[in-house]
């Protein structure tokens, strides 16, 4: 974390937070018994959450599914 002034810079692994952080938005937890943490509070105006217990479908798998099923559909043509 890097702060000049009002600006706050993050990075993660080395690469920098690609969005806009409010300095009040960060708070930075060091301690000699624990892990240092940050914590950023990112505002948005709109938030998805995508909660699933599958798991994630390769893309292809869903194309050649899609393709199959497509095949077996009422009016489909017979590959010549």
């Known amino acids: ?11 993660f692994n080395g690469a920098e937070f690609p969005h806009a952080i409010d300095q009040s938005a960060v708070f930075l937890h060091v301690s000699a018994d624990e892990r240092p943490s940050v914590t950023i509070t990112v505002f948005a105006e709109r ?3 995508v909660d ?3 798991r ?7 194309a050649a599914a899609r393709a199959y ?5 009422p ?3 017979a590959a010549s």
């Open 1 to 11: 974390m890097e702060r000049a002034g009002p600006e706050v810079r993050v990075f």
């Open 47 to 49: 938030v998805d959450l």
């Open 52 to 54: 699933s217990v599958a």
């Open 56 to 62: 994630r479908v390769d893309e292809d798998r869903k």
């Open 69 to 73: 099923l497509a095949s077996k559909a």
């Open 75 to 77: 009016g489909a043509r």
